[in-house]
């Protein structure tokens, strides 16, 4: 990105501005904020380019916020908005914020196709596992047998893995991370900034009135040891409060192995550089109560964005035959009479 000047130093404070934050007391939201809050100064982009698009629920609250700007849209259709946008003007930073219901359910075909294209943008959806802002009911990632108001008896529908859609569409950065987790909450957040193309996000995230403690497995101490794992680039997958047992492939299924029984070649090794997406396919398929769940980025590959090569095309084809005319164009086609 081109700019005049020496960018100005900017702090978390910088993107403050005078709302007061709407969420309920102790919800996941905040924190997810805070992060965003000290991520941006650190991606070196002014103030005035950076753009927070959200679509409907809790999380799309979040561009009201942030001192930059910001379009709150309609349920679901985020992903259409900031795709043109980005593609209006590219040297935007945009962001898209979506939760589980709002970009998987209602915007799922949008959220698609927005990732398919790879277009240069920052997808965070925010995973609670229900519909918080219209006060409960189950949502495309709740578990099957999941009591809610829309599911007195039980939800029968199984849920959808986000990453795995994301990956399924060849999104060409995905990561997951936690919300009670700052730190890696704050380096995922980076390096999706720092990604050339769409990089997705997914965040677990604690809705404390309709769905709390929906994955206190992945984040309390003592616990999450045994039931989630770190990934990281070129690290074989280990894990446990000891770090006593790993992962090795049995054909395609992965299973947990102890370090006393089997030779450390035998572990896979994360590589999330991997051209094809069949190795993220297989991580994001990992869950508990079976295997521990993968925490940190499962793909990070470079192909041309999407919005780079509309311009090229553009730029391309009016070297070749002229400037359009819009009014030569509209009477180009055949034309009628209706009598």
């Given at each position: 990105m081109v700019t005049n000047g020496p960018l100005p130093v900017l702090t978390a404070k910088d993107f403050e501005n005078d709302l007061d934050v709407r969420w309920c007391p102790g919800c996941g939201d905040y924190s997810i904020l805070a992060q965003m809050k000290k991520v941006l100064p650190e991606v070196g982009i002014p103030k005035e380019k950076i753009v927070f698009v959200s679509g409907i629920g809790c999380s799309s609250r979040f561009p009201y916020?942030?001192?930059?700007?910001?379009?709150?849209?309609?349920?679901?259709?985020a992903p259409t908005v900031a795709s043109g946008l980005k593609l209006a003007n590219p040297d935007l930073s945009v962001w898209v914020i979506t939760g589980d219901g709002d970009g998987l359910s209602i915007g799922g075909n949008h959220l698609m196709h927005a990732i398919r294209r790879n277009i240069n943008l920052n997808i965070i959806l925010f995973n609670n596992r229900i519909y918080g802002l219209t006060k409960g009911q189950y949502s495309p990632t709740s578990p099957v047998g999941h009591k809610t108001k829309s599911t007195p008896f039980g939800s029968l529908d199984r849920p959808i893995t986000a990453l795995t859609l994301a990956i399924a569409a060849e999104a060409t950065f995905v990561a997951r991370t936690a919300d009670?987790?700052?730190?890696?909450?704050?380096?995922?957040?980076?390096?999706?900034?720092?990604?050339?193309?769409?990089?997705?996000?997914?965040?677990?995230?604690?809705?404390?009135?309709?769905?709390?403690?929906?994955?206190?497995?992945?984040?309390?101490?003592?616990?999450?040891d045994e039931t989630t794992i770190?990934?990281?680039?070129?690290?074989?997958?280990?894990?446990?409060?000891?770090?006593?047992?790993?992962?090795?492939?049995?054909?395609?299924?992965?299973?947990?192995?102890?370090?006393?029984?089997?030779s450390p070649d035998e572990l896979l090794i994360h590589d999330e550089r991997a051209p094809d997406s069949v190795l993220a396919h297989i991580l994001s398929q990992m869950a508990q109560p079976y295997l521990p769940e993968p925490m940190g980025v499962f793909r990070a590959i470079e192909e041309p964005c999407y919005e780079q090569e509309v311009l090229q095309q553009v730029a391309d084809t009016t070297k070749k035959f002229g400037p359009g005319d819009l009014n030569k164009l509209y009477r180009s086609a055949d034309t009628w009479t209706v009598k």
């Open positions: 916020y942030l001192s930059t700007f910001g379009f709150h849209t309609i349920h679901g259709r009670r987790n700052p730190a890696h909450l704050q380096y995922v957040l980076k390096r999706a900034a720092q990604h050339q193309g769409v990089s997705f996000v997914e965040v677990y995230q604690d809705c404390v009135v309709f769905n709390k403690g929906a994955f206190d497995y992945s984040i309390e101490k003592g616990v999450k770190n990934i990281e680039h070129g690290k074989p997958l280990i894990f446990g409060a000891k770090k006593d047992k790993g992962i090795r492939l049995n054909g395609h299924t992965p299973e947990v192995v102890s370090l006393a029984d089997v």
